[in-house]
């Protein structure tokens, strides 16, 4: 039935000379499902983290407990992105309906200045920001793991580890991404470190990949707590590693590390409750402004990925990115109008100069007035467990391996998340967004992130997490998944897997994957001013969702655009 009356719609757009509802090839197949589950499930980048975290909650376990094994497991099997060097968040709601978030986001150094990557001209020095010691912020991953399980966690450190330390001294096998993946930067590596490593080695997809260092670190950790990587031995190793490579941290920086639990972001679109990270993510702030934005349109009847759809959802992500731009940073150092961006007044008034018509020009548009107001790599996994428990954690170094500096003693990659600071207003991060002085940088401030994860409520009910890695298209990502799903029917495994476009306010384009956007669309868009770029997305996210559905069970959405894997019992 569904079927016909889509074919309806159709015939009827053709014969009122309007533009069609086109659908993108996706829709037109029979859908396919993820991997169903009765009781918990893991969704991750990495079959082997899936099944570790799987596993733990199998044990008796919950989900913060298999957030703990997940995020170290990732840390060992997906060094890309998962860390013990970098630093992340989690959103969470409990299988009594209390929501709460936790930020162990990394640091500025104490010794850090404003102007810390500027010449004695003041012009921009971006390499500074990006690669080698400078760009190192506090890692505060593990600080994240102990304060997660300090407060919800059910079995020992001991127990939940002890499986990753196992992974870590047998090895993982490679796919054949991750083996092209090393071969590409272990002559960067090289360069970066001016030493030989594991990771500076020609490997093979099938291969079985170790490392023992970190595996003596992870098991120094699980004897010892956090203050083993705080305080300890690894924090001086750690320290002098760092200095040895021109980082300004100290063992006194780490020594000061907290992560905090903050309140989320929590909105209404439709009869859904959303759920997402506050700051010093951007993510959650975004999300609402762009949902609250769009809820007026009737996004079903212009029809999935055609072009009145995506000129609703690029006009909306257009000025939340300039809102984003101005008005965002750490929330201990800059207020920040939460209640005011996402109020539904202030969303009216920002897209009423909205038309169908023409593409609105970015440089028309700057952040919105609110009356007395005096910011690509990473990993996502969600977890739900057999007890009611659900979350969606989202960690990161930054970019590919972060800084590229790789403490071979100690085992792992450092993160270069100083680069989402604003080094200097005006001036674009790696990622191609726009910073002011809500961001700049200053010592113990944490830089603002465009991380997303979210979890989502249906008639009261939890119903999905979701979020995804990507740098500054993470929240769009995220967005229209979220919609994939609610709005047009989807699976949670189509919706994750359906092509996706991105807008950021500048630079003023919309970036969509190469596959899967219907040409007449493109054309339609191009006619109306917007400029199209579909050679630097290759890949938009790699999204990892869970589906509650009607009958209790779970849906495991896991990216065919990467090796994600989605694995539970």
């Known amino acids: 039935m569904q079927y016909i009356l889509l074919l309806v719609i159709i015939l009827l757009g053709f014969i009122s000379c309007r533009e069609s509802p086109t659908s993108v090839k996706i829709e037109e197949q029979v859908p396919q499902l993820g991997l169903i589950t009765k009781n918990a499930m893991v969704v991750s980048a990495r079959e082997e983290a899936s099944k570790i975290g799987s596993q733990i909650m199998e044990q008796g376990g919950n989900a913060f407990d298999a957030m703990v094994a997940t995020e170290m497991a990732l840390a060992v099997c997906f060094p890309y992105a998962g860390n013990l060097g970098g630093g992340g968040f989690m959103v969470y709601r409990t299988q009594f309906g209390e929501i709460g978030a936790l930020d162990y986001r990394e640091k500025a150094p ?39 399980h300090e407060k919800f966690g059910t079995l020992p450190i001991e127990t939940i580890l002890e499986p990753v330390i196992q992974l870590a001294k047998n090895g993982f096998k490679l ?35 170790k490392n023992e260092a ?77 949902l609250k934005s769009i809820e007026p349109f009737d996004l079903k009847q212009f029809g999935h990925n055609s072009a009145k759809y995506i000129q609703v959802l690029t006009e909306a992500e257009r000025r939340a990115y300039a809102d984003r731009s101005y008005f965002l940073g750490d929330p201990d150092f800059v207020d920040i109008p939460v209640d005011s961006l996402i109020s539904d007044e202030y969303l009216k008034n920002r897209m009423d100069d909205f038309s169908f018509d023409q593409a609105t020009m970015s440089t028309a548009i700057s952040h919105g007035n609110i009356p007395g107001y005096e ?4 990993t996502h996994y969600s977890i739900v467990d057999q007890f009611g428990n659900a979350i969606a954690v989202t960690t990161t170094l930054n970019a590919a391996f972060g800084s590229k500096l790789y403490a071979s003693e100690l085992g792992f990659f450092l993160n ?58 993470i929240i769009t990502s995220v967005l229209q998944t979220i919609l994939n799903v609610y709005e047009f029917d989807m699976t949670m495994q189509d919706a994750v ?73």
């Open 110 to 148: 104490l010794k850090a200045t404003k102007t810390m990557y500027l010449d004695e001209n003041g012009n921009y020095l971006p390499e500074k920001s990006k690669v080698g010691g400078l760009a190192v912020g506090i890692p505060g991953t593990v600080a994240g793991i102990f304060k997660a």
């Open 375 to 378: 910011s690509m790599e990473t």
């Open 214 to 290: 970190l595996a003596s670190t992870l098991q120094a950790i699980s004897d010892k707590g956090q203050m083993a990587f705080y305080k300890g031995a690894i924090a001086e190793k750690l320290a002098a590693f760092l200095k040895e490579k021109g980082s300004i941290i100290t063992v006194k920086d780490l020594a000061r590390y907290e992560a905090e639990w903050r309140e989320p972001v929590t909105f209404n679109y439709k009869d859904l409750k959303v759920i997402s990270m506050s700051p010093p993510s951007s993510g959650g702030i975004c999300l609402a402004q762009i």
């Open 416 to 473: 270069n998340e100083m680069d989402d600071f604003s080094a200097k207003p005006g001036e674009p991060n790696m990622f191609g967004l726009i910073g002011g002085t809500a961001n700049e940088i200053a010592p113990a401030k944490r830089m603002l992130s465009s991380m997303t994860p979210t979890l989502v409520e249906k008639d009261g009910d939890f119903w999905m997490s979701v979020g995804t890695p990507g740098g500054s298209t």
């Open 497 to 569: 897997d359906a092509p996706r476009f991105h807008h950021q306010w500048l630079p003023d384009v919309v970036q969509f994957e190469r596959e899967g956007i219907d040409e007449k669309v493109l054309q339609q868009l191009k006619n109306k001013g917007y400029a199209i770029d579909r050679t630097n997305a290759i890949v938009l996210g790699k999204v990892d969702a869970i589906l509650m559905l009607p009958d209790s069970t779970m849906e495991g959405g896991a990216d065919r655009r990467g090796d994600d894997t989605a694995i539970g019992f």
């Open 175 to 209: 796919t054949k991404a991750q083996a092209i993946r090393f071969n590409y930067y272990a002559p960067i590596f090289k360069k970066v470190n001016g030493a030989e490593s594991i990771y500076t080695k020609t490997v093979s997809e099938g291969e079985i990949f």
